[in-house]
């Protein structure tokens, strides 16, 4: 209930490409928010992209025009293909979702780590 888990984090050259993956345990339809964050070392948890239960998308202008947010209801799965990636892309990527409406949650995966480096 609620559980959501990463994957597909890992080494990548600049310009290179990474799909990472966030599988909740139950139907995403009972979130009203679920995007992703990553926090590297030294900096504050910043949010990347989000998606919500209308399908509305928002992104970070670090990352406008290169990281695409996408969901399977059937899989209850939201997804994160990052294309053109930078060094400074280098980060743990964690998995959130959000639920406003009474009872109020908000659940966060495990992360996966993202390395951009030659």
């Known amino acids: 209930q609620g559980q959501l888990v990463e994957s597909g984090g890992g080494l990548v050259q600049p310009g290179g490409s990474l799909t990472l993956s966030c599988a909740a345990s139950g139907s995403i339809f009972s979130f009203d928010r679920m995007g992703w964050y990553r926090q590297a070392p030294g900096k504050e948890r910043e949010l990347v992209a989000l998606?919500?239960?209308?399908?509305?998308?928002q992104y970070a202008d670090s990352v406008q025009g290169r990281f695409t947010i996408s969901r399977d209801n059937a899989k209850n799965t939201i997804y994160l293909q990052m294309n053109s990636l930078k060094p400074e892309d280098t980060a743990v990527y964690l998995c959130n979702a959000k639920r406003y409406r009474p009872p109020s949650s908000d659940y966060w995966g495990q992360g996966t780590q993202v390395t951009v480096s030659s």
């Open positions: 998606i919500t239960s209308g399908g509305s998308t």
